[in-house]
């Protein structure tokens, strides 16, 4: 009887445990309000359209989005970030990156210098507005894996 009950509490124990795990992730606000607020705050923003992984030290990119700013720019996973707008990046962190893209967010305009294949290399990148497709799609995926609310279509916001 003891074996039993202490693997029923221990069964029970780990379902808790799991389910708790989930709620963690889970977002709290309801997704009318969080859909609001990722449309308000991605509408207008500019973005690289790279995704960047910290060395120790330095900054790499990682992966470029297709048809994306970085993209259009000629910049490639692999390329190793020296300098941005004239900031040196070879001991920098990512931290230090936004802080970067947060300088130029009047322009719009980045110039890097990378590192690829042992050869500097210039690219000026011009940052771009999120599209609507890409708003819409960040909305899906937000209420997809943090409501739970499977294949979300975002309804337009109403004018």
């Given at each position: ?49 790279a995704e960047i992984k910290e060395l120790e030290p330095g900054i790499i ?87 739970g609310i499977p294949n979300a279509t975002a309804a337009a916001p109403q004018?």
């Amino acid at each position: 009887m003891i074996v039993r009950l202490s693997h029923l509490s221990l069964a029970a124990l780990l379902f808790v445990s799991a389910a708790h795990a989930d709620d963690r992730r889970m977002c709290t606000a309801p997704a009318s309000e969080c859909e609001k607020a990722i449309r308000q705050l991605s509408s207008g923003r500019r973005y690289l359209g790279a995704e960047i992984k910290e060395l120790e030290p330095g900054i790499i990119i990682k992966a470029v989005i297709d048809d994306g700013p970085a993209s259009r720019a000629d910049l490639k996973p692999g390329d190793r970030l020296m300098s941005v707008n004239g900031h040196p990046t070879v001991e920098a962190n990512i931290k230090d990156f936004k802080q970067i893209l947060y300088s130029a967010k009047a322009t719009g305009v980045l110039w890097v210098i990378v590192l690829r294949q042992g050869v500097l290399k210039k690219v000026d990148v011009r940052l771009e507005p999120y599209t609507k497709a890409q708003i819409d799609n960040m909305v899906a995926q937000h209420l997809a894996q943090r409501h739970g609310i499977p294949n979300a279509t975002a309804a337009a916001p109403q004018q």
